[in-house]
C-alpha cells in the first residue's frame, strides 16, 4: 500500500518541541560563549530529558539546533537517548541569539518536513517563542524562571500542521530536569 506523506500526516500526531541547551560549563571564562561546553550536571540532565523525551514516545523526525558547543553537545547527548540518527539534524547559526521572529521563521521553514520538529536553543529567544504560541500562559518554576537549562516545552497540535500562530498552540507539558528528580 502506497501513503502519501499528507495521508501519513494525518496519521500521526504534530508536535513542536523546543528544548533549551542543558547546564554551561563557565569553569574557563576566557572561552567565547559559543565554545562554551556542557558542564557535568548539564550533561546529566541532557540525559535524562533524553530518557524522558524516549518514554513519552516524544521522538523528532526532524531538529533544529543551534552550531554553538553547548547546544550540540545536549542535541547529541539527546539523540543518543532516542535512538535517532544525526542526520535528522539541521544546523542553523540563526538560532544562536535569535529573535522570536527568527525563531518563527525557522519553525514556518520546517514544520511542513516533520510530524515531530525539535528546536534546540538559546533563551531569552525560546522564552518569548514559548510565550508567543502557547493558548495558556505558561507556568514558570519557583524562582520565577521559565526555560530554565535542559527545560522542554511540547506543543500538541494533533492532526493539524505545525503553525506558528499567536497563542494558537497546546502546550501539553513544560518539563525541567529537577521536576523529573522529584517524581
Known amino acids: 500500500m502506497n501513503v502519501t506523506y499528507y495521508e501519513l500526516k494525518i496519521m500521526h500526531k504534530q508536535k513542536l518541541i523546543i528544548m533549551r541547551h542543558a547546564k554551561s560549563d563557565w569553569s574557563d571564562l576566557s572561552q567565547s560563549d559559543f565554545d562554551r561546553p556542557l558542564a557535568t550536571r548539564g ?63 525557522i519553525i514556518k521553514q520546517h514544520s511542513s518536513k516533520a510530524h515531530t520538529l525539535l528546536i534546540i536553543g538559546h533563551n531569552p529567544g525560546l522564552d518569548q517563542l514559548v510565550c508567543y504560541l502557547s493558548k495558556k500562559q505558561p507556568r514558570v518554576n519557583a524562582s520565577g524562571k521559565l526555560m530554565t537549562t535542559a527545560a522542554v516545552a511540547i506543543f500538541d497540535y494533533g492532526s493539524e500542521s505545525i503553525s506558528t500562530g499567536f497563542q494558537q498552540a497546546h502546550l501539553a507539558k513544560l518539563i525541567r530536569p529537577k521536576e523529573l528528580l522529584v517524581e
Not at 550533561?43 to 521522538?59: F, P, R, S, T, Y
Not at 535512538?83 to 521572529?101: M, N, P, R, T
Open 43 to 105: 550533561v546529566k540532565a541532557a540525559e535524562l530529558m533524553g530518557k524522558w523525551l524516549k518514554k513519552n514516545q516524544c521522538i523528532p523526525d526532524r531538529v533544529i539546533c543551534s552550531p554553538a558547543l553547548r547546544t550540540k553537545q545536549t542535541c547529541q547527548l539527546i539523540l543518543n537517548k532516542l535512538g535517532v540518527a544525526e542526520h535528522v539534524v539541521f544546523w542553523a547559526k540563526i538560532i544562536y541569539q535569535a529573535s522570536l521572529d527568527d525563531l518563527l521563521s
